[in-house]
Every structure is written in C-alpha cells, then in structure tokens.
C-alpha cells in the first residue's frame, strides 16, 4: 500500500514445536489470473535446505492447497519452516482469497522438544516478511497466537426435505436428519443426541422414522416424541445414543442418518417454511462447532440445562406449502329418540310433535382465509328440490320451525315463507319458477310459517380452521306419516378467498333425513283454546291457537313447580293436529316422572281460570298468574292429553306494542344485523299521545324467551293513541330513521332528535310489534378475550397439552363497570355485546369483543349456558386458582370468573386501554374455566323423640337432622317443617324460626346462618316441640304426619342441590283413653279374631268393637259389633289385662278394618284402630303399640 512496487518479497514462518502442519496454501492475489506466481519451499527437522512445493509457481488463480502428504516426507520428518516467494509485488497488491497464503496445523500433544502441551497453553506463532524498496532491504514481523485445548470432537449436522414438498395440507413431507463427527475432530464425539422441534403445522407421522448409519456398525438410537416442549406448543422429536445405545461417534467424516414423516396439519400457512435440525446434546467434555453448517442459540433449550444462550450445531431444511382455498359445511339433525346429532347416511328419528332440531357447521379446512360466505337453506317439505342441485329430494312430510336460529355474532339470519325462493346467491340462473323471497331479519308472526333460511356471514372471516355452528329448533307435526317416512333438508353455499383469489363454486353438501315413528308413551298433551266466554271450560265452536309456546319441566321431586330450579325438558309451539285442526302439543318419549307445563299467552291474551266444571279433559289447568300447571305424574306406558290452557281477550279487549332495539353496525336505519347485536338495559317509555310529557309506563330492553336481547313490550294498554320515546345509552346515538307514516318491523322509528316515535293508534285486540330503535354504539379499536375451557384438573389454569379443550357454543356478555365498583352490578351496569364461543385456528372454546372504546368491563358467561342441553350443562367455575385473579394482572390462560347466583359466573372489572394491553389494542388474557360439578348430596331425617302414644295436652317434639352426605359445603339450607294444626300446636323450635305462628309451617330460611355452612360430612339438628291438640285415632293409621323439607339448597359452585323430604308419624289420643300394649286381628275358617292387652285401666270400665269395610279414602260405615260392653278386667287399677273376641260374621273376599271404643265412668271415652283384615287369607298385621 506504498507509493512504489516492492521486490524479492519473501515471508518465512517457522512452525512452532507445538504444531505439526498438515495443509500449505497459495493464496489468490488481486492481479490477473495466471500472471504472477508464487513459489513455496520447506525446511524439515531432517533437511535444512528449501526444497520446493510441488507445483510452484502457483499463478493467479483460485487458491490452491497442497496437503503434507503429498511431500513424501519420511517417516518422522516433518515441517519446520515455510517460505513464501513473491517476487516483485505492484502497488495496490493484495494477497486475498478465503483465508490466503499460509497453512493448516494441529496442535500436538507433545511437541517436538518432548514436552506435553497442555489445555490452554498459548502458541505463538510468527512470519517474517522481506523485501527490496527503494534498494534497501525493509523488513516487517507479525505474530498471532492460539490456545491449545484437548481433543475434541467436530461434529456437523445435515438437514433436508427429501419428498413431498411442495405439500397441500393433509400430505405428507420426508425428512432426512444427518450427524457425523468430521475428520477436523480429534475426539469421538460421545452419546450424541440428535433433535428436531418441529414447527407448527407438522405432526409426526408415528413409527415413520428409519436410521442407517453405513459402515460405522452404530446401534439403533432411542426415539421419543415429547408434545409440548417446554410449553411451546411444538413436538419434539429426540433421538438418543445413550443408555443400552450408548455410541461413541469416531472422527471419520462416515454419516448417522435418520429419516422420518411428517403430515401437514390443517391450516398450516402458505409460503416456505424452515424445519431446523440440531445436535441437541452429547456426552463430549467439550466439542468444535467450527466445521457445523449453522450454529443458533439454543432458545427452546433443547439440551435440558436450562441455558438458552449457548450455541448448538444444526442445520435447517425449506419447505414449501401450497395455498389451499376450502370451505366445510354439513347438516346434522337430532330428534327426540336420538342420543345425538346424526348425518347422512344416517338419519335421524322422531314423533308425532316431537323434537327434530337441526344444527349446521361452517368450518375452513384449508389455509386461506374466507370472506363473504353466503348459505341458503330450504326446509323440507312434500315436493322440494335441493338449493343447487334441483333434483328432488323426496321428503315425504314437513317439519316446523318453532323458534329462530341460533346463530354466532356476526351472522345475519333472514327467514322466508317461500318454499322455492329466488337464489342467486348460489344459483345465478334463479332457479326457473323461483319466487321473490321477501327475506327479512323478522320472522314472520307465526314462525312455523317459514320455509327457508339464509345466512349471511358479511364481511366476517374465516380463518384457517375456523368453524361456526348454527342451532335452530323444529318439530315434527302432529299429522305426520309414522311409518319411516323421511323429511330431507339440505342446504347451498358459496364464500370467497379472502386474500384476492376469487369466489369459489356454489357447493350442496349431502343432505340429511329424519323420520317419524308412532308416539312412545309416556306422553303430555295436549291443546290450548281461545276461550271466547272465559269461563274456562272448552265449549263446542271454540277454537284453537297456534303459536303459543309452551314448556315442559320435571320436577326435582320437592312437589314445587319452579321451574328456576326443576329441570327443563324441552319446548315447543302449539300447531295443527292430524286433523288440520289448530292448537295441539305434544310432548312424548317421556320417562316415568313428575312434570308439569308452563304455558306463555300471548299478548292481549290472559290465561283463563282453572279448573273449572268439573271435566279434567275439558278444562283449563294453568295458573292465571303464573301460567304453570299442577304437578302431575306420568307412569310409564300414560298417555295424559288432559292438559289444556284457555286464553281468553279480555273485555274490553286491551292492546300491546313492542319490539327491538339494536345496534346498528352500518348505520342504514335497517335491521341486518347479527341477532346478537341486540341491546339490552335500553330505557324505553311509553305515552298517551295526548299526554307527551307524562309517561304511562317505563320498562328496559331484556333477553326474549329464546334468550336474544334488545326486546321490549307494554301490555294490557287500553286502545288509543301512544307514542314511545327511547332513551340513548351513554355515548350512543340514533341511527337512520325510517318512513313516517307506518312501522316497518326492520326499520327504526323514533325521531334521532329526540328519541321519540310518531304517535299510532292501538285497536283492541292489537299486538304491534314493528316499533324499533336503532343505535350506533361508541366504536373504538380495542377488544377483549378470549377462552371459555374445561378446566378438567380443576387447577385454574388452562392445558391444552393435557387434553384441556375448549368450549363452543357459550353465550357470554360484555357489560361497562357503570357504577365504577369493580364488580358486576346486575341492572346498573350498562349492556354492551353478546357473543358466542367458537372454534379459532382449529382451538375451540375462543370468543371476542370487538370495537370497544377505553374504559371498564366485566364480561358475563349468561346463566342460560349451564341449563339442561346447554354446552356448560354440569359443570361449574374452577375453583383452582382462587382466590380469583384480577383480570388487570394480563396474566393468560388462568380463570377469572366466579359464580354469582341467578346470573351465571362473571368476571371482575378489567381495564381497557390504547396501547397498554398485552397484545397492542387486544387483551386476550379474561379467560373462564369450568370444571364437573362435584358431586353435592345431603340426607335428611325426621324423628319423633320419645315413644308414642301421647296424650292431648302433651309435648311432643321432633329432631329434624341434615347431613352433608356430598363433596361440597352447602352454603344455604332453607328448611321448612309443616303439619296439621288440627292435632298439633307449635309451642317451641331449636335453633328459632323466621317465626312462630300456628298456621301449619314453621320455616328456617337459611339454617346456615345458625348452625354455619354444612361441611362435608357436617350435620345440623332442628328440635321443634308442639303440644298434642286432638285424638289421631279416626285418621289413616291413627296417626298425624310431621314433614321436614329442605329447599332451594345452595352449595359451593353455585348448582343447587334438589329438595328432599322425611316424614315422622305421632299418635295422639284422649286424656282418658287406655293405653294398648298390643293388637293382633288373625282370619281363620270364616272367623276372625281380635286379640288386644292394656298397660293400664285406671280410666276405663270396658270396651266396644266396631267394624266397617275399608276402602282407602273412602271408608265404609262403622258399625258395633259388641251389644253388651266387654267389661274390663281391671277397672279402675294401674294395672293391665289381655282381651280375645270372635267376630263370625264377616263375609269370604271382603277388607275389614276394626275399631276398638273405650268405655269410662261416664261413657265413651275414646277409639284407637285395631288394624285391618282381608278375609280369605291376608292377613294385615297393625304396628305393635307398646
């Protein structure tokens, strides 16, 4: 780097006694190829001349080496001087190439002088370069130095894909895994350990995997496949030379090879991809990472020694996956003899009125996502054709849609009457004779109406893997065919790439059949009329009514009909019978129990009264008030049509008006939104129009009986003129509205300026369900999620790696903390959102909220998700991790949730902030798990204290005792304790009631705030003590019965626990009434006789016996047998006797009961039953009275 060329430039190294060279190299100067040489010469330990390398010069060229070996050097000899010989160098002259001009060595272990080298020492090694310049001789040393280390082993791993790719999902991909210790190691490389963590998107193909390992002779290594490592979410494939193969890898440069499959899973993106191989660990003191193809930092620390920092040898393989646009749809249906959801081939079964529900699922198979999905579902019916294909179908009856689909947020259901609508969603040509569909979001007023279906899934994307599920209710008719016969349904589609590839074809998945059997008793019935004259009885020339909904639920067994802690059995709407005739339910297929039904009129309807004229099969057996039934039981085999409802309007006849508030995402004034995106907790008022400034009414927005929110309704208003007004929630305002004039049922009507509708006139009779509002909501860019899972361990923290799934199909709601306490407050908190989980990437159980503005939240999973058929039926929240994490913590996949009765579990208030939450403006961490409800129990008893009889007057006391039999702590124990005033007054109880009034019952409402919470295996004791009031002998077995009852029991995990009852008899007798011992009536050869004995006969001068026929309830006459008293024995002592007497008058095939009468001083002083006979050979032994 001079000003002039320098000459006879030469550079000599004397080789250090440590090394021994092993390689010479010609570097690759910067001058033109083949014209400047260099000349390379040696001295040895045996020859001190230069002697030349073979093949000097070496010109200008690719760099060139000579190994030592090629010298022919003696045995023994070896270098100890290289000399390099440059001649004269121009300016700019640099000796370059990958390393240049110089050689290779390795570090004896002794050296040339006989002594031992020894780890760490440092070799210096330095050349001397010469040369002429300017005619002086210039002169220039540089030294470097290396630090010796023990034999090591310098190994090099070799990754690669050998077939498959590129790959579609679902294929398979070979990869081939190389390990070999290069001829650069000095060691054998001991128990080496070689490993693949696998990216996501590849799973192992078991028992695939092969090795070979050539002329090394190497055993088999050990395989293991561990899911999860670390808590990646990957699998990692490890395969050990260790234990019983155990292998020492020698320095040969000779390959171990493994070579093994994978599948591509589902989803897995598009593009190259890189699988990387490594040696995960070995058995080496130390190793060279200097001849391996790739060295990364071993962040998954592979090698186990919790350092993830240093570096590990490895290699990666490319792959490539192919874009694959797909889209899964199929239809299942359940009816009421199956145990699930079926699909073609198979179909499922049903009867007349009963269940015949079908359930659609959307899922995106592939890895590309989907946009602008579109289904169109037409209902079967006699004489209809497939969506697309338009062969016929062949369905021999139709089924009823009873209520409207049940589909994810996001989804906007459109309902139709028209059996062949117009479809060019899916059939761009019409089909020919398609009729207008008239779509609309509102279902017609009788929804059994509706022949066809579409969902529209908007701008909502389906990610790879994703899937949605759509429910809706039908039943079978009560006129279909009962012999087989199929109803066939099906359904068309078509959806859209989402990343600018196109639409893909309009597809018809297979469709599904249900057929009908006759009806299976046990069976409920059955009709609900309108009661033109409302008197409650079923008149000739009254008729049915469709459409009313009515539920059947089985009592717990406490003889309550509550139907907020009885089980729900199922709904469904009163249609034609067989007959075509209007107003007919049923429910069938039912197991022996107690039911009772629950019936909804409509609006301007009331129930009429029950139980009138003295006609079960004529009558009407709701409540008026509550619409329930009577509690009845069906045994198995019944058949009970008895039990019918009148509605009646009454006179004169009163009007309603509701319907809808909603949030109105794109803000055109029309309700195609998602059924979800309802609002509830919407002040809504009500005015004569002739009176604007002083409400009638006042009522908020809530959950229809089929749990959608934003519904409303004022009932029983006179007819006139109103007008309504809605009142905004905060940060809200009014969407576009609609014509004046007349309600449309989808558009909104009030006024934005000032909430208020248009007044309209009601007519008597009149139901006007066509007042809506829509709302825009506050939108923001934040959200909030995201797992609802079966927390099957009960830790609180969710394992997917442990078989932890998630949970489809959960309502859960989004409420603002209004009242800023951190908690859910039920009515004041302000409604938000309603979603649904679903499955997310091919996980199940994810849900969200999106569009959120800063503030405070709580999110609710809806009480409706734990009922009877619901996807938290059973299960309860976990309990793990209490007490319960604050969901501002950020800390993911643990429960925040806890129960709150009536309102399903709920959340504390989490946070939401720009550019704070975990994952930029998306919190993902508010997470709800739920585990199976422990198993809570309880027994209780009832028992007299003391023994019986007791006399008038006399104390008599009970102990009711409640054992906790179960796994959880009863937290409520209302207790109640009824009997019959007529023979017992309440004087008395231990612990003390809510009070102490002789009127039949005496209750504890929560027996825990006395005793405390009943652990399991506690007990808790109740003394209630009365006073004996009158003589028990002339009822059922001469005794009073005293019931305990324990209701509406609350344990831990919030499920309530069923009401049970115990009963304990008492006899009571008169003051002068004598004592039995014992009483035994025998019938033998036409006579019966009658054996009694006395403690004592201090009150009584003899005795009289009287006979009647027993006929239960209805008992006959009694009648004396003894003309003459039989006189006692021991009148007037303390003292007893023993009584026989013959009654020979009695008739062959006959039931006696027999009474025995006391006779005092001063008449007849009393009666106590003697038992009971059956002539011609029962005998019917009485309890034995001591």
Wanted: net charge negative; proline share 8%.
């Amino acid at each position: 780097n001079g000003d002039t060329p320098i000459s006879s430039v030469t550079i000599t190294d004397v080789i250090p006694p440590q090394l021994d060279v092993t390689v010479i190299r010609a570097g690759d100067p910067n001058t033109p190829d083949g014209t400047f040489p260099i000349t390379i010469t040696y001295q040895t330990n045996l020859n001190s001349s230069w002697q030349t390398v073979p093949g000097s010069p070496f010109w200008t060229g690719p760099e060139q080496t000579v190994p030592v070996s090629a010298l022919g050097l003696a045995s023994g000899e070896y270098i100890t001087a290289l000399r390099w010989e440059y001649g004269e160098i121009p300016l700019g002259f640099e000796d370059k190439g990958t390393d240049g001009s110089g050689f290779l060595a390795r570090i004896l272990a002794v050296d040339r002088n006989g002594q031992p080298v020894t780890s760490g020492q440092v070799i210096e090694n330095c050349a001397d370069g010469l040369g002429l310049y300017n005619g002086q001789v210039q002169g220039r040393t540089n030294c470097t130095t290396v630090k010796a280390y023990p034999p090591m082993p310098a190994p090099d791993v070799d990754k690669a894909v050998t077939a498959g790719s590129p790959a579609n999902p679902g294929d398979d991909l070979t990869f081939r895994l190389k390990l070999r210790n290069t001829t650069d190691g000095t060691a054998n490389l001991i128990n080496p350990v070689l490993a693949d963590l696998l990216p996501v998107g590849l799973v192992y193909k078991p028992g695939s995997w092969t090795f070979s390992s050539g002329s090394l002779g190497a055993p088999a290594p050990i395989f293991e496949e561990i899911p999860n490592y670390n808590g990646t979410g990957r699998t990692l494939l490890r395969w050990r030379w260790d234990g019983a193969s155990a292998y020492n890898l020698p320095p040969t440069g000779d390959w171990l090879q493994i070579v093994f499959q994978v599948t591509v899973a589902a989803g897995t993106a598009p593009g190259n991809h890189v699988n990387t191989g490594v040696l995960a660990t070995h058995a080496s003191p130390e190793i060279t990472l200097a001849a391996c193809a790739d060295r990364y930092p071993d962040s998954h620390d592979l090698d186990g020694d919790n350092d993830t920092t240093e570096e590990i040898c490895a290699d990666d393989a490319t792959y490539t996956i192919n874009a694959l646009a797909a889209l899964e749809s199929e239809k299942l249906v359940k009816g009421q003899l199956d145990a699930a959801y079926s699909k073609y081939p198979d179909s499922g079964l049903t009867v007349p009125g009963g269940t015949a529900d079908y359930r659609l699922k959307v899922r995106n198979p592939g890895n590309v996502a989907m946009t602008d999905l579109v289904i169109v579902d037409i209902l079967p019916f006699v004489g209809d054709t497939g969506v697309i294909d338009l062969s016929a179908r062949n369905s021999q009856w139709r089924p009823n849609l009873i209520g409207p689909v049940s589909a994810p947020a996001g989804v906007t259901v459109y309902y139709s009457t028209e059996g062949n609508p117009c479809r060019p969603e899916v059939v761009p040509d019409g089909p020919p004779g398609c009729a207008a569909p008239n779509w609309s979001t509102v279902p017609p007023a009788d929804i059994t109406t509706v022949q066809s279906l579409k969902f529209d899934f908007g701008s909502k994307v389906l990610d790879p893997l994703d899937e949605f599920t759509l429910n809706w209710p039908m039943r079978a008719p009560l006129g279909a065919p009962t012999n087989g016969e199929i109803a066939w349904n099906s359904f068309g589609y078509v959806s859209t790439r989402n990343d600018g590839g196109g639409a893909l074809l309009p597809s018809e998945p297979f469709k599904v059949g249900i057929a009908i059997q006759p009806i299976n008793p046990a069976a409920y019935g059955d009709f609900v009329w309108l009661d033109t004259d409302r008197d409650g009885i079923q008149d000739p020339g009254e008729t049915g009514i469709n459409g009313i909904r009515v539920e059947l639920y089985r009592d717990n067994g406490d003889g309550i009909a509550d139907p907020s802690s009885d089980t729900f059995v199922g709904f469904t709407l009163t249609s034609n019978n067989g007959g075509g005739d209007p107003g007919y339910y049923l429910f069938s297929d039912l197991p022996e129990g107690d039911y009772y039904a629950k019936f909804y009129a409509a609006p301007t309807y009331d129930i009429s009264p029950k139980n009138q004229g003295g006609d079960p099969g004529l009558d009407s057996d709701a409540d008026p008030a509550t619409g329930l039934t009577a509690i009845t039981h069906l045994d198995v085999g019944e058949f009970d049509y008895t039990w019918d409802v009148g509605l009646f309007q009454p006179d004169p006849p009163v009007a309603a008006v509701g319907n809808y508030v909603w949030h109105d995402l794109d803000g055109d004034g029309v309700q195609d939104e998602s059924a979800a995106d309802g609002i509830n907790g919407v002040t809504v008022r009500i005015y004569a129009a002739s009176d604007p400034n002083n409400p009638l009414a006042t009522t908020v927005t809530a959950n229809d009986v089929n749990g959608n929110p934003g519904y409303y309704l004022f009932d029983n208003l006179a007819p006139g003129s109103y007008l309504l007004e809605f009142v905004l929630p905060g940060g809200a305002t009014f969407t576009t509205q609609g014509p004046t004039g007349s309600s449309d049922p989808t558009d909104s009507d009030p006024d934005p300026n000032n909430g208020r509708t248009e007044s309209f006139t009601l007519a008597g009779g009149q139901y006007d369900d066509t007042w809506d509002a829509g709302m825009r909501l506050p939108v923001g860019n934040l959200s909030l999620g995201d797992r609802v899972w079966n927390d099957d361990d009960n830790d609180g923290l969710y394992e997917p790696a442990d078989g932890e799934t998630g949970v489809d199909g959960v309502k859960l709601t989004l409420y603002r903390d209004t009242d800023g306490n951190g908690v859910y407050t039920p009515g004041v908190d302000e409604f938000v959102a309603t979603t649904t989980s679903f499955t997310k990437a091919g996980v199940p159980g994810y849900y969200e909220f999106t569009n959120l503005i800063p503030g405070d939240y709580v999110v609710q999973v809806d009480e409706s998700n734990f009922g009877n058929g619901g996807p938290l039926a059973g299960l309860i929240s976990s309990t793990g991790n209490e007490p319960t994490p604050d969901p501002d913590d950020d800390v993911d996949d643990d429960d925040n949730g806890d129960p709150m009765a009536g309102h399903g579990v709920v959340s504390k208030a989490i946070t939401l902030a720009a550019g704070t939450e975990p994952a930029g403006n998306h919190n993902p961490t508010l997470d709800f798990g739920f585990y199976p409800a422990p198993q809570g129990s309880y027994v209780i008893t009832k028992s007299l204290n003391g023994a019986g009889p007791f006399r008038v007057g006399e104390t008599i006391s009970f102990t009711v005792r409640i054992t906790n039999t179960g796994a959880t702590t009863i937290l409520v124990l209302p207790l109640r304790d009824t009997y019959d005033t007529n023979y017992l007054t309440i004087v008395g109880a231990t612990p003390s009631p809510a009070d102490l009034v002789n009127d039949g019952t005496i209750d504890w409402p929560d027996l825990t705030t006395a005793v405390g919470d009943l652990a399991p295996g506690d007990s808790a004791s109740v003394v209630v003590t009365f006073v004996g009031r009158a003589d028990t002998t002339a009822l059922t077995d001469g005794v009073t019965i005293n019931t305990a009852t324990a209701h509406d029991l609350q344990q831990t995990g919030g499920a309530p626990l069923p009401d049970r009852s115990d009963t304990a008899p008492v006899q009571i007798i008169a003051p002068t009434a004598v004592l039995l011992a014992d009483r035994v009536l025998v019938y033998r050869s036409g006579v019966v006789n009658i054996r009694w004995s006395t403690v004592n006969e201090s009150d009584v001068f003899g005795f009289h016996i009287y006979r009647g026929e027993y006929r239960g309830e209805q008992n006959g006459e009694l009648v004396r047998l003894t003309q003459d008293m039989i006189p006692a024995q021991k009148p007037g002592q303390n003292a007893g006797a023993a009584y026989e007497y013959l009654d020979a008058t009695v008739q062959a095939g006959k039931h006696y009961r027999y009474v025995l009468e006391f006779v005092s001083g001063s008449g007849p002083a009393g009666q106590t039953k003697l038992g009971e006979v059956l002539t011609g050979g029962q005998i019917f032994l009485p309890t034995v009275n001591r």
